[in-house]
């Protein structure tokens, strides 16, 4: 199908309860403020630790910025080139305008092929989509192989944490969902984390050698070759890439890289930032199916296109997940991720979630951050979300409902606008001595004090001098 500037606003698992109500909720929870300070505070001290090995990390940073901005002045050339790719290797591409379109084909590739039970590999993009759902109301169940994503799954949860998904959860909770949920775990189970992993290995393994289908997202898509990159650390990527017949691959159109050679920069930039580790445990790269398997990739656009119209906010495509910006925000490590709605939390879904979606349908996320700029120091590829979040949040008030306050602020821009016309206004400001004790301003004066206007003007008080 043809693609087209101006596609639908991004559907899907991307917005939820206004922020501030979300929040107020979290801040409640002692045990979830803790769990987040913990692990927060571990992965941002590994991080540091590996980041300040690297002399170039600077320079890294800037040519993975770089990378990433070609892409996005070209992405129509790269996808092309992708797509060719793709095919001359056997590969069927598909191509979906929004999440309704792309559940609409993964479910219908999965049900042509008689199976009622298909695995997965740790996708934002499925996640985004809400691809598990639809599967779901077509009689077929998704089985996530991914440990954290197992655990949010089996408690009926929802991920708060771009690479840790189940960072809310303490080990006892996640021994009592694995006894309530696994049908053949070990009674006895205990909360030691080896334990755990054994358990979840022993339920999935079962899953990987009887599933037909498996569906992945892709961290990297090489334009020059056609080939999918998969990044994690628990090696059930692996297995889910390799053994099912049907590999099916939902990858948003903004996963691009040129070339092969440029995957040596992120292959150095995403593990320090994400996991603070030096190289990655295991790294899939495919380039079409392997024998006997059929492969399909479906390219998502899901808002992005409008994204990536906005020169103000298309630095927020250039991010590869890596959650830096979450393990070091002070705003997150409150509140922690479900605060924010959508399959995206922290600095990077406060800025991409509402880009996505229209800021009138998450016009609360722009204002969730205070704006200390500690997420753009962090980010590998050196997205500047505070400006981001500033001209998010100009755009939500142009596009509010008009308040008091609002009306009060345009007569006051147009008083600005002018010297004259503010010369005069600030020679009034005298009468509002007496009325600022007064006069009481909701909102204002009920933690601070209302300022009052000097009995002289500068202007005047230079002239009189």
Avoid at 21 to 48: F, H, S, V, W
Wanted: net charge positive; with cysteine.
């Amino acid at each position: 199908m043809s693609t087209f500037l101006g596609m639908p606003a991004g559907r899907g698992n991307l917005t939820g309860a206004p922020f501030p109500e979300a929040a107020r909720e979290a801040l409640g929870d002692a045990q979830l403020r803790r769990n987040l300070a913990k692990a927060t505070t571990t992965i941002r001290a590994k991080r540091a630790t590996v980041v300040g090995e690297l002399p170039d990390w600077a320079a890294l940073r800037a040519a993975g910025a770089a990378i990433k901005d070609d892409v996005l002045a070209n992405l129509d050339e790269y996808l092309v080139r992708f797509e060719e790719a793709l095919t001359a290797r056997g590969t069927h591409v598909h191509w979906a305008r929004d999440a309704d379109e792309a559940n609409r084909i993964v479910t219908d590739l999965v049900t042509a092929t008689g199976t009622r039970e298909v695995i997965k590999v740790k996708s934002m993009a499925t996640a985004e989509i809400g691809l598990n759902e639809a599967l779901a109301r077509a009689g077929v169940h998704a089985v996530e192989t991914d440990l954290a994503e197992l655990i949010v799954q089996l408690g009926h949860d929802r991920p708060s944490h771009i690479l840790v998904p189940a960072i809310h959860r303490g080990r006892a909770e996640i021994r009592e969902i694995f006894r309530r949920e696994m049908p053949d775990v070990d009674p006895d189970l205990t909360a030691d984390p080896r334990a755990l992993a054994e358990a979840a290995r022993e339920h999935l393994r079962r899953k990987f050698l009887t599933a037909d289908v498996a569906i992945s997202g892709a961290n990297f898509g090489i334009a020059e070759t056609g080939s999918l990159v998969v990044v994690e650390s628990e090696g059930n990527g692996r297995m889910c890439l390799t053994l099912p017949r049907t590999l099916i691959s939902v990858v948003g159109i903004e996963k691009m890289l040129p070339t092969w050679r440029d995957l040596e920069v992120f292959l150095q930039l995403l593990p320090r930032s994400s996991t603070g580790e030096r190289m990655n445990p295991y790294t899939s790269v495919w380039t079409g199916p392997t024998e006997g398997q059929t492969s399909h990739v479906v390219l998502v656009d899901n808002g992005r296109t409008a994204v990536l119209a906005d020169p103000d906010g298309r630095a927020a495509l250039r991010c590869i997940r890596c959650s830096a910006c979450l393990n070091s925000c002070p705003v997150y490590e409150r509140t922690g991720g479900h605060a924010y709605g959508s399959t995206y939390p922290g600095p990077i879904g406060a800025v991409l979630s509402p880009q996505l979606t229209g800021v009138a349908r998450n016009p609360t996320l722009p204002f969730a951050s205070s704006l200390c700029g500690v997420c753009y120091d962090v980010c590998p590829v050196a997205i500047d979300i505070p400006s981001m979040l500033v001209h998010l949040r100009g755009k939500v008030v142009e596009a509010g409902r008009t308040t008091p306050e609002s009306t009060a602020m345009r007569a006051l821009a147009w008083v600005m606008s002018d010297a004259r016309r503010w010369r005069r206004f600030a020679r009034l400001g005298k009468f509002g001595r007496t009325a600022s004790r007064h006069v009481p301003l909701p909102g204002w004066s009920t933690a601070r004090d209302v300022p009052q206007p000097p009995r002289q003007t500068f202007r005047d008080w230079w002239e009189a001098r």
